[in-house]
């Protein structure tokens, strides 16, 4: 497939695309027009086919899309044709919720192992996955061929387990601690702030009630 450069905003929405295709194909839907799905998605029609064009445009041919080619060729787009070996440093809440979702082995990530600097946590397991002491785990990383990290530390620590990570072979950090990681080039990061997302949602409910009135819900003002 032709490489040239794509947009973060394409690439932000295949996922998506991967999610919807993969419940459409779990359905037993053979072919779907850019139509169809727009109505699903809730896109518009020219939008998808925009998108899809960055990829050579899948073959549209007759009536829709292939819908197992389509999810097949965006997983693959996505690596999801692929295994990531991951692992989590920091088994407290977040860390422990993560590695008890089974959904993410289903799309090739797969958790090894599990790392915490608390002697108390040591030893103990998390859905089957051993939590291991922090001295380990330049070793684990590099035996066992980890690709990902996933931090859910607090911010404190993050920039030097980062720094770890990246000397002994890590691709990619997952990264939850509220920190910018400053990473050499060719170490992917991804920063996920879910306060970030629940901003977005506070700024709809106002932006809402601004050009609704504010009757709808009432949430009430935050009391200082
Ligand atoms: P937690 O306190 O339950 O767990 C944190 C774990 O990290 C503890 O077991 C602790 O021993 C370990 N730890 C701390 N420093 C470490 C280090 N340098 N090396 C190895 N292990 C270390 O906290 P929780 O609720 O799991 O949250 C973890 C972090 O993730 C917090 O700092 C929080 O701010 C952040 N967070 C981020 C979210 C996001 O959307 N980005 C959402 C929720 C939490």
Redesign the pocket.
């Known amino acids: 497939m032709e490489t040239k450069l794509i947009s973060q905003a394409v690439i932000g929405r295949l996922p998506r695309y991967f999610r919807y295709l993969g419940d459409l194909k779990d359905a037993g839907v053979e072919r779907i027009s850019s139509q169809e799905l727009s109505e699903i998605m809730k896109v518009t029609a020219s939008q998808i086919r925009q998108d899809f064009n960055n990829f050579g445009g899948f073959g549209q041919q007759g009536y829709g899309y292939n819908v197992e080619y389509l999810y097949k060729e965006i997983g693959k787009i996505l690596g999801m044709d692929q295994v990531h070996n991951l692992v989590i440093?920091?088994?407290?809440?977040?860390?422990s919720a993560l590695a008890n979702y089974m959904n993410f082995e289903r799309r090739g990530f797969i958790f090894r192992g599990m790392?915490?600097?608390?002697p108390d946590?040591i030893g103990k397991e998390v859905r089957g996955i051993r939590i291991l002491p922090?001295e380990e785990l330049e070793r684990f990383v590099r035996e066992k061929d980890i690709d990902i990290a996933v931090l859910?530390?607090?911010?404190a620590?993050a920039v030097e387990?980062a720094e770890r990570l990246v000397q002994n072979g890590i691709r990619a950090i997952w990264n939850?601690?509220?920190v910018d990681l400053n990473v050499p080039k060719g170490i992917q990061v991804e920063n996920?702030?879910?306060?970030d997302s629940l901003m977005k949602l506070s700024y709809k409910i106002n932006r809402y009630m601004q050009e609704n009135g504010s009757t709808a819900g009432s949430a009430g003002e935050r009391k200082a």
């Not at 859910?152 to 911010?155: G, L």
């Open positions: 440093i920091g088994a407290g809440n977040l860390g790392f915490d600097k608390n946590l922090m859910t530390i607090p911010k620590g387990v939850f601690a509220h996920v702030h879910l306060s």
